[in-house]
Nanobody, 127 residues
Framework: QVQLVASGGGSVQAGGSLRLSCSRS????????MAWFRQAPGNEREGVAS???????TYADSVKGRFTISKDNGKNILYLQMDSLKPEDTAMYFC?????????????????????WGQGTQVTVSS
């Protein structure tokens, strides 16, 4: 129901930075959980970072201190600022969204909890 378009991926060297963007069609008043997931070939899709309408942000342990999730409400865009990138960050990155009316489920970052998905944007980090 929520239309999402992810962009900003690319190829960088280890230690570099990228900023992913996820534009969404819902209005700014919609209460929503949004999250970034990533999936490398042969691996399960894993949660990277989430942000809900109560202001709670959650990060996977592997990216804490390096990635920052934020929202630009004026442009209705979710960002993932990725700094100090490592080769193990290489994956297809997806943004996802689901209506949020409270609770802690958003922070769990389980793919099955999200009905709306962007198309994915590739991030490749070389050593």
């Amino acid at each position: 129901q929520v239309q999402l378009v992810a962009s900003g991926g690319g190829s960088v060297q280890a230690g570099g930075s990228l900023r992913l963007s996820c534009s969404r069609s819902s209005d700014t008043n919609t209460r929503i959980c949004m999250a970034w997931f990533r999936q490398a070939p042969g691996n399960e899709r894993e949660g990277v970072a989430s942000f809900d309408s109560d202001g709670t942000s959650t990060y996977a342990d592997s990216v804490k201190g390096r990635f920052t999730i934020s929202k630009d409400n004026g442009k209705n865009i979710l960002y993932l600022q990725m700094d100090s990138l490592k080769p193990e960050d290489t994956a297809m990155y997806f943004c996802a969204a689901e209506l949020y009316y409270g609770g802690n489920w958003c922070s769990f970052m389980k793919p099955a909890g999200f009905a709306s998905w962007g198309q994915g944007t590739q991030v490749t980090v070389s050593s």
